[in-house]
């Protein structure tokens, strides 16, 4: 299960934001967690995947958009992820098992690094589209029958290490962590939503239109034939688990490309402009998003703080 949910997308362009989920979009919101193990487990590799990647090609992944106070940040991620997992391993010794969850380090690009599909010529040249995995990720596999009763909150089978230890929170060390942390530990569907939507409906502007447009021709002028910068990513000879012998030349051409035509800048420019409408037709909506983000933040850092782990919060005043 992936707790890294490609949002859904409503409106104009939904059509065009599938094909931008389909393949790996920018989007990084965590959805509330739900109190079942596997999901725990997922939960880890969604909020922990989180240090910055330098990037040598262009500056896609440093870009800012209106919407990112209001989304959990990388360092807000890490220190959520590791507050919930030092909750659930405390919990779990309670009950004399010994689930010491990990948590990821590294991810495999920023908020905005590929939100305008591929930008980093190093990236395209050694992967062509693929993304490359970094970091440890917690599967569930590693869980025994045990944990995942503990974990869950079902009742721990009679000659197990936990039977007799007293009884199981409920929605187990799992939903005992989220309780601890407020109860959901994702960002809000407000900002989500906005952050997907408003890239698709950029598509739709005449601005990006056109910047597409120049870009098709670009990418012709090199032998490619590609109406817009998703129609690459979902080429069904690069869709493979591994990349394609020619997919790093393409996807070397499409940055190329971007670079040429001033894609990235435009199709941002036009993005940045929809988010702050859509954020300013809700004040009231994105200041209480805030709010709780701030909340959760303030909670995880209170639970490090306790166990002598904590860092700077970091997102007050974003």
């Known amino acids: 299960m992936v707790l890294l949910s490609h949002q859904r997308a409503s409106g104009p362009g939904?059509?065009?934001?599938?094909?931008?989920?389909?393949?790996?979009?920018?989007?990084?919101?965590?959805?509330?967690?739900?109190?079942?193990?596997?999901?725990?487990?997922?939960?880890?590799?969604?909020?922990?995947?989180?240090?910055?990647?330098?990037?040598?090609?262009?500056?896609?992944?440093?870009?800012?958009?209106?919407?990112?106070?209001?989304?959990?940040?990388?360092?807000?991620?890490?220190?959520?992820?590791?507050?919930?997992?030092?909750l659930v391993n405390r919990c779990?010794?309670?009950?004399?098992?010994?689930?010491?969850?990990?948590?990821?380090?590294?991810?495999?690009?920023?908020?905005?690094?590929?939100?305008?599909?591929?930008?980093?010529?190093?990236?395209a040249a050694r992967g062509g589209y693929h993304v490359e995995e970094r970091g440890r990720q917690a599967d569930s596999s590693e869980l025994s029958p045990a944990e995942e009763a503990i974990l869950s909150g079902e009742p721990p089978a009679a000659g197990s290490p936990a039977a007799g230890s007293g009884p199981v929170p409920d929605g187990g060390c799992a939903g005992e962590a989220i309780t601890a942390l407020g109860g959901d530990l994702g960002s809000s569907q407000l900002a989500r939503d906005v952050d997907i939507q408003s890239v698709t409906k950029a598509m739709e502007d005449p601005r990006v239109v056109r910047v597409f447009a120049a870009w098709s021709d670009c990418m012709a002028d090199r032998g490619y034939t590609y109406d817009d910068p998703w129609d690459p990513p979902n080429d069904p000879r690069f869709t493979e688990g591994t990349p394609a012998p020619e997919e790093p030349a393409v996807a070397t051409a499409d940055v190329e490309c971007k670079v040429a035509t001033g894609l990235i800048g435009v199709w941002h420019a036009v993005d940045v402009e929809i988010q702050t409408e859509m954020i300013d037709a809700d004040r009231a909506g994105f200041d209480a998003a805030k709010a709780d983000k701030d909340a959760l933040v303030r909670a995880a850092h209170a639970v490090l703080e306790a166990a002598g782990t904590a860092g700077p919060v970091t997102g007050e005043g974003r």
């Open 92 to 123: 779990s010794h309670r009950f004399g098992l010994d689930v010491d969850l990990p948590v990821p380090t590294g991810r495999p690009f920023s908020h905005t690094e590929r939100r305008y599909g591929i930008a980093d010529p190093g990236l």
């Open 14 to 86: 939904s059509a065009s934001a599938g094909r931008v989920r389909a393949h790996g979009g920018p989007w990084w919101g965590v959805r509330g967690l739900s109190r079942r193990p596997a999901v725990l487990v997922a939960c880890l590799a969604a909020l922990a995947a989180c240090a910055p990647v330098a990037s040598s090609g262009p500056t896609a992944a440093d870009l800012e958009l209106p919407v990112m106070p209001y989304l959990l940040s990388d360092d807000e991620h890490r220190e959520i992820s590791t507050a919930f997992s030092f």
